[in-house]
């Protein structure tokens, strides 16, 4: 069961960290100094440290703003390609505690694996959503995206199996989507050449 747990955990927190890694690690900081969760993993303790917890909060106040701006929130997110997977390949790791080298490897690759999926999914929506003339699209998805993260951290730490069947079941509709606009987009071009 632990290990279930402890994948639950990793799975959970990597994912939401792709789509915002600074509530993520908010949560997982609060989580841990108000012990919202009874038998709550020790390693879990490195997230509780003063300047730990407010840096999170004051960047997702950051990133709340930015994320309601069209066009603003796709450069917000190119700029975050990089630091959101690192971002879940540190929660993935950090959530193991005392593993060997190869294990903490393993995890790292997975987290970030894991936190790049979500980030592509989110950044490849909101560019299609900045297309639209209205703001308001972009404010429903940002929010949206917040109230999922928000959940998906609490069932991670409340219900890791849970969290990871979410998880699985996100990133195999992550694949299926990305592989049906692949084909499209191919299609397309397939068409353009002809015609041209």
Do not use: C
Request: proline share 4%.
């Amino acid at each position: 069961m632990y290990g279930l747990e402890t994948l639950g955990r990793t799975l959970g927190f990597s994912f939401a960290a792709g789509i915002n890694l600074y509530a993520t690690v908010a949560i997982l900081g609060l989580a841990a100094r108000f012990r919202w969760v009874d038998g709550l993993p020790e390693q879990f303790r490195i997230f509780d440290n003063d300047w730990i917890i407010g840096a999170a909060l004051l960047l997702y106040l950051i990133e709340f703003v930015a994320d309601k701006i069209p066009w603003f929130d796709s450069l917000w997110d190119a700029v975050h390609t990089a630091i959101r997977p690192i971002g879940g390949a540190l929660i993935a790791v950090a959530s193991l505690g005392h593993a060997s080298p190869v294990l903490q490897g393993a995890a790292a690759l997975a987290g970030a694996f894991v936190a790049s999926s979500s980030h592509l999914a989110k950044s490849g929506t909101r560019v299609a959503a900045n297309t639209s003339p209205e703001p308001f699209s972009n404010w429903i998805l940002s929010l949206a995206e917040d109230g999922f993260v928000v959940a998906l951290g609490v069932l991670a730490i409340k219900f890791p199996a849970a969290a990871a069947v979410i998880v699985i079941a996100s990133i195999a509709l992550i694949l299926v989507s990305a592989r049906w606009l692949l084909r499209a987009v191919h299609g397309r071009f397939r068409r353009a050449s002809r015609a041209g």
